[in-house]
């Protein structure tokens, strides 16, 4: 069964970076799209990215774009989320999730697997 893993969350000053894992022990990830969300105390679950299983049309939201940025290594299983320049407002608790298809589809049904979450808060 398809459980994923995600790390690399913590406490970083505002304008410091933070890499996220996401990975699926013992379960291949090459098939999958994988999409990275976060939600913050309060607000909904918002998409922040998404990758398609080769690696290829990576998307973000209009509030990461050009700070964040989305890659696989289908060698090591894993899916990395880059974060730069953070801000106040990137705190939140982000969960990577697989798509039930190989592309990236704006259906949030479609994410058929989730992480149990990584908490990112960003100090101002």
């Known amino acids: 069964q398809l459980q994923l893993v995600e790390s690399g969350g913590g406490l970083v000053q505002s304008g410091g970076s933070l890499r996220l894992s996401c990975a699926a022990p013992?379960?291949?990830?090459?098939?999958?799209?994988i999409g990275w969300f976060r939600q913050a105390p309060g607000k909904e679950r918002e998409e922040v990215s998404c990758?398609?299983?080769?690696?290829?049309?990576?998307n973000y939201s209009d509030s990461v774009k050009g700070r964040f940025t989305i890659s696989r290594d289908n060698a090591k299983n894993t899916v990395y989320l880059q974060m730069n320049s953070l801000r106040p407002e990137d705190t939140a608790v982000y969960y990577c999730?697989?798509?039930?298809?190989?592309?990236?589809?704006?259906?949030?049904?479609?994410?058929?697997?989730w992480g149990q979450g990584t908490q990112v808060a960003v100090s101002s």
């Open positions: 999730a697989a798509a039930r298809r190989y592309y990236c589809s704006p259906d949030l049904s479609d994410f058929i697997s």
């Open positions: 013992g379960f291949p990830l090459d098939s999958y799209a």
């Open positions: 990758i398609n299983s080769y690696g290829g049309s990576p």
